[in-house]
């Protein structure tokens, strides 16, 4: 990726929503609610290649986008489209929030194309963060 190309330069455009929303999320922008909106559309099979594919729009934010992400099957479409409206939203670095929360609530997933050893070893640090996080914290005793 060339330095001043962003996440959504990425993606195909759609100007065209491929069926009725399937699900919607709604967040805060620098506190004002209902600012920004994510609709995630049915994903859609291709009679031609069999693949499938889903779309996605983004609107509240500087413009309204539409995006549309390709998968084998219905799933994996359904799944890039929700890691690929998440990564955009990331990527805008606005005050976004949902629910109050700075956790958008919408998964970050690695990328298809790392070595298995490299997801490997992500997930193994992933697993230790989180057995960490799940800890008590530890009293600290009297005179220490």
């Known amino acids: 990726m060339m330095a001043s190309e962003s996440f ?8 065209k929503a491929s069926g009725p929303i399937i699900a919607e999320r709604v967040f805060e922008l620098d506190g004002r609610p209902r600012a920004v909106r994510v609709r ?21 934010l500087a413009e309204a986008m539409g995006f549309k992400v390709w998968g084998i099957d219905s799933l994996q ?53 989180l057995e960490k996080e799940a800890q008590p914290p530890r009293k600290k005793r009297p005179g220490r």
């Open 8 to 15: 959504a330069d990425r993606l195909e455009r759609s100007r």
């Open 40 to 60: 995630i559309r049915k994903p859609r099979r291709d009679p031609k290649t069999g693949d499938h594919w889903c779309t996605f729009e983004v609107s509240g």
């Open 77 to 129: 479409a359904l799944q890039l489209a929700i890691r690929a409206a998440g990564e955009l939203l990331r990527e805008k670095g606005h005050a976004l929030t949902w629910c109050g929360d700075q956790d958008l609530g919408v998964p970050r997933t690695l990328p298809s194309f790392l070595s298995a050893a490299a997801s490997s070893r992500l997930d193994r640090m992933i697993d230790r963060e």
